[in-house]
């Protein structure tokens, strides 16, 4: 247990709704990142959250965006909903010290777009 | 951001030693070097981080060496559960820069 939670597990959608996902982060970390992790491949990171601002961004396009509140929580919501995103959605949060600031991600957020 | 290099899958036996090696020719001076397990619709879980020579904790141990242009994960003694994908990354965490994954290592432990 990584002390990262997620919320929902499981979302269903249809094309062109919106959906906000959540993330609690592990207690003492300031930083939380979002990553998209289609079938198959990688995770893809989307963005990343410090004090509240975002903090560097991937490739992907401006119908994602986020938030993070002060108790370090944080929101990925996606507008605009396509089938493509279709995907496992992982919160990672760490804390900042300027070295390896390892990242603990949370159980992920299956998002499946009909 | 350096760029990995991993096997795409690798077969063992429970019981035997596992070693996974990851190129990273760019490696930077400040990255630091980050293995990560994954299980099917889990989120990776953090297994080791190093930065040069050799970690070891009650898990695996992490090879490094001294050129840094390349790393091995090593686990013991595996058993069916460490069936998995294992993600080499380097980089970090700073100012927004973040950790890119590759495809990652398949590895699959058979009895």
């Known amino acids: 247990e990584t002390g990262v939670t997620q919320s929902p597990t499981h979302l269903i959608k249809t094309r062109g709704q919106q959906v906000t996902l959540r993330c609690s982060s592990q207690?003492?970390?300031?930083?939380v990142s979002w990553y998209q992790q289609a079938l198959g491949q990688g995770p893809q990171f989307i963005f990343q959250?410090?004090?509240?601002?975002?903090?560097g961004r991937g490739n992907f396009p401006p119908r994602f965006s986020g938030l993070q509140f002060p108790n370090y929580s944080s929101e990925l919501n996606v507008n605009a909903l396509e089938l493509d995103d279709s995907a496992l959605y992982l919160c990672?949060?760490?804390?900042?010290?300027?070295?390896?600031?390892?990242?603990?991600f949370g159980p992920g957020t299956r998002l499946t777009v009909l | 951001l350096a760029k990995t290099t991993q096997p795409i899958s690798m077969d063992s036996y429970e019981g035997q030693e596992v070693n996974i090696t990851c190129s990273h020719n760019?490696?930077?001076?400040?990255?630091?070097i980050t293995w990560y397990q994954q299980f099917p619709s889990q989120g990776p879980r953090f297994i080791i981080q190093?930065?040069?020579t050799k970690v070891t904790n009650e898990v695996a141990s992490l090879f490094i060496p001294a050129d840094r242009k390349s790393s091995t994960l090593s686990l013991p003694r595996v058993s069916l559960s460490d069936t998995a994908v294992y993600y080499c990354l380097v980089g970090r965490d700073n100012y927004g820069q973040n950790f890119v994954f590759g495809p990652g290592t398949r590895l699959s432990v058979l009895p």
């Open positions: 207690s003492g970390h300031n930083t």
């Open positions: 990672a949060s760490s804390f900042r010290s300027g070295g390896g600031n390892t990242q603990y």
């Open positions: 760019n490696i930077a001076t400040n990255d630091y």
């Open positions: 959250y410090y004090r509240e601002e975002e903090n």
């Open positions: 190093g930065y040069k």
